[in-house]
């Protein structure tokens, strides 16, 4: 069966300090794998994807991940943090070939202090 | 426009009321899902439709009944409300799976 793992529940950082949210998945085959951001009281928004390719994908807002396939992991990085990434973050990852069903991590608050 | 879009945005109602959601999505996708958001933020899928079927239903119980008149809309009808079902439930579609879901704004469902 399909799982991810968020270890990280709830991070506080400064401003300006870097991120890197952790981000492990369980599946047998190939897999897609995303990250969400959820901003207060708002809807998912896409903050990247990969599929293939170069391992270390961009998104939106400065964020970046490196796929590590050997390690099974998609962390989620930036390089300096604003007040306004105050949110919760979900990794996620659907198979290529199986059931067409995207599954969450439990996700990660992330907390940034001006 | 909205691309993913569900009415109402807040729901209250009394246990044992019957009770539907409305989700529309106008990007021309071929899929839809509903997820259940709980306190903790856990994010778990109810019910996908693909071109009129149900491909997905996971262990949710059979209060819940997704209907989806055309390939546009999924709605979530929900009989005899629990405490239990107080939730924030996200309306989704896709395209394949390259792009990602859209997700709608969400209907924050609280039953007293």
């Known amino acids: 069966a399909q799982s991810v793992s968020q270890h990280n529940h709830h991070v506080i950082l400064s401003e300006a300090a870097s991120l890197e949210l952790g981000c492990n998945y369980s599946?047998?085959?190939?897999?897609?794998l995303f990250w969400y951001v959820q901003y207060p009281g708002q809807h998912l928004q896409l903050l990247l994807k990969?599929?293939?390719?170069?391992?270390l994908v961009k998104g939106i807002k400065g964020f970046e991940a490196e796929f590590i396939k050997s390690k099974f992991s998609f962390n989620l990085r930036k390089p300096s943090v604003q007040w306004s990434d105050t949110a919760e973050y979900f990794c996620?990852?659907?198979?290529?070939?199986?059931?067409?069903?995207?599954?969450f991590g439990t996700g990660t608050r992330l907390t940034v202090i001006p | 426009d909205t691309a993913v879009s569900q009415t109402p945005k807040y729901l209250v109602t009394q246990m044992g009321n019957d009770k539907s959601i409305k989700c529309e999505q106008n990007?021309?996708?071929?899929?839809m899902y509903w997820y259940k958001q709980d306190s903790k933020k856990f994010l778990k899928i109810m019910f996908s439709?693909?071109?009129?079927?149900?491909?997905i239903n996971e262990t949710v119980p059979n209060r819940f009944s997704p209907k989806s008149p055309d390939k546009a809309h999924l709605n979530l009808h929900i009989n005899s409300l629990e405490l239990g079902d107080s939730a924030v439930y996200f309306c989704?579609?896709?395209?394949?799976?390259?792009?990602?879901?859209?997700f709608g704004s969400g209907t924050r469902l609280t039953v007293v």
């Open positions: 989704a579609s896709s395209q394949g799976r390259v792009g990602g879901y859209t």
């Open positions: 599946y047998g085959g190939t897999v897609n």
């Open positions: 990969y599929f293939s390719g170069d391992p």
């Open positions: 996620a990852v659907i198979s290529q070939t199986g059931a067409n069903n995207l599954f």
């Open positions: 990007l021309g996708h071929d899929t």
């Open positions: 439709y693909n071109n009129k079927e149900l491909i």
